[in-house]
């Protein structure tokens, strides 16, 4: 865990030096200025072609991954490693090392510890393999990224119902879809595109609060949620010599994210079908043009500005309408308050983002720190050089986890996984 908060810290240090909102134009023109055809045209010629998904292949609630899948950059089977599947995030669409290693860590709430490789299902649970090697008693079989719920799968995603209002938190809903694609249809310039995923996502939050008596967002859900929106416009993005600095294509998000219109305009999807466009544009190579750290942090300050609903940090309590926030200064002892969250820079929220991982993550993945530690430190070797010595402004010790026993939510989600 250590080395985590390590890697995670090194980049905090890019972070304050290279603090870029999303709405400096200028900035992000310069960043984006030198398009480069065969850095950043998607290699999606074979063998990365896309074959739609079968039925005994994986696919699951994120449309990044079930499009790396279909086009063969993980396995397309859809149960690939803990490594390979960070690495394919960053080569393929540039999301930033330290993202990207966030994100997997999460997802090896899914994925299989006592497999050395740490093979994670995007989707379903691996039918039995991977098994082989699970000591019985010691921790819950593989459950795969679709059944993660309140671990990483949260409520109030962009495109997807909620798992207490749906019964199916995996399936793209096209109701939650067209309004998405509306915003940008009206808007598809890149310099509105944080201001208006925000838009959707406080929709969301508004309508998961309105009808869904079990929603949950706690501190994990909320930035989960954040993150996830926030790639919408900056790894969806067509970044063409037209617009090195990104444009916002409909025709791109809906292919990217598996859905298509049929002839008298209605939107539909397929299980399977995320498919990179034939002629797309991802974000530059460059380190500092990577969504990382440095760029993702501002645009989550520039979400909870417009939107200050998106951080919502609380939940329902059973019945729709009953939206009581956590007291975030108790559940800290005192560490961190949402204003301090709001900070600019994001330092405060970085350093709230890996202590919390930190404290959550042992108890959950504690009998295999050693294994994680070592991939963690080969990851952090081959791409980052900024390892070194950091320390946070605020330390926070422990957090009260009892305190969210108040959301019946995040109780049902517990009771869940000792069933597992
Ligand atoms: C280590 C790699 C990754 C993991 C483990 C991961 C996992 C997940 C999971 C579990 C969700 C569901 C969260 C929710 O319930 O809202 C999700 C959502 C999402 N992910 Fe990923 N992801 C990864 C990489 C990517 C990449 C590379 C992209 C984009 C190219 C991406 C784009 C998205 C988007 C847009 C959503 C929101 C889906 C929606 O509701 O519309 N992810 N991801
Ligand atoms: C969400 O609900 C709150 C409280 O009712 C309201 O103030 C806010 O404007 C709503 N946000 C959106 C995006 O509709
Ligand atoms: C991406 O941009 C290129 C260059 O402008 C364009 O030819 C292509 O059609 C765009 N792709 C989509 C799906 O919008």
């Known amino acids: 865990m250590r080395v985590l908060f390590l890697l995670a810290a090194g980049n905090t240090l890019l972070a304050s030096a290279f603090y870029i909102p999303s709405t400096d134009a200028a900035a992000r023109r310069d960043l984006f200025s030198t398009f480069d055809e065969a850095d950043q045209r998607f290699p ?69 510890l006592l497999d050395p490789t740490l093979p994670i ?62 915003l940008y249809a009206a808007d598809p310039s890149i310099a509105n595109s944080v201001a208006l995923v925000s838009q959707q996502h406080a929709n969301r939050i508004n309508d998961s609060i309105a009808k869904n008596g079990l929603f949950f967002f706690g501190p994990v859900q909320m930035v989960v949620g954040a993150f996830t929106a926030l790639q919408v416009p900056s790894l969806f993005a067509n970044y063409s010599a037209e617009h090195p600095e990104g444009f916002m294509s409909v025709e791109g998000l809906m292919s990217i994210y598996g859905a298509s219109r049929a002839s008298d305009g209605t939107l539909t999807w397929s299980r399977g079908s995320e498919r990179i466009p034939d002629v797309y544009y991802r974000r530059p190579g460059a380190l500092l043009a990577q969504w990382d750290l440095p760029i993702l942090l501002p645009q989550v300050l520039e979400m909870w500005l417009l939107f200050p609903e998106t ?67 080969d990851l952090g070797q081959v791409t980052d050089g900024v390892l070194g010595s950091f320390i946070c402004p605020r330390s926070m010790g422990a957090v009260d986890l009892t305190m969210l026993n108040q959301y019946p939510g995040w109780v049902k989600s517990q009771k869940k996984k000792t069933l597992l």
Request: glycine fraction near 12%; aromatic fraction near 8%.
């Open 44 to 112: 999606i010629s074979p063998p990365h072609q896309f074959i739609k998904a079968g039925p005994n292949d994986h696919r699951g609630p994120c449309p990044g991954l079930n499009s790396l899948a279909n086009h063969g950059f993980i396995s397309r089977s859809g149960v690939d490693s803990f490594f390979n599947i960070v690495a394919a995030s960053n080569q393929v669409y540039r999301m930033g090392i330290a993202a990207s290693t966030f994100a997997g860590v999460l997802g090896l709430f899914g994925g299989n």
């Open 121 to 182: 299902s995007i989707g379903e649970p691996p039918s039995n393999a991977g098994l082989a090697g699970l000591l019985p008693g010691l921790l819950a079989p593989p459950s795969g990224l679709t059944n993660t719920h309140n671990q990483f799968e949260c409520d109030a995603s962009l495109t997807r119902c909620d798992l207490y209002l749906c019964n199916d938190a995996h399936t793209l809903q096209p109701q939650y879809l067209e309004p998405l694609l509306d």
């Open 311 to 377: 951080l919502s940090i609380g939940g329902n309590l059973g019945e729709p309408n009953t939206f009581v926030p956590l007291d975030l200064g108790a559940f800290t002892h005192g560490a961190y308050s949402l204003d301090d969250l709001r900070q600019p820079g994001g330092l405060n929220l970085i350093c709230f983002i890996y202590q919390l991982v930190q404290i959550l993550l042992p108890d959950l993945l504690g009998n295999v720190n050693d294994l994680l530690a070592s991939v963690l430190t």
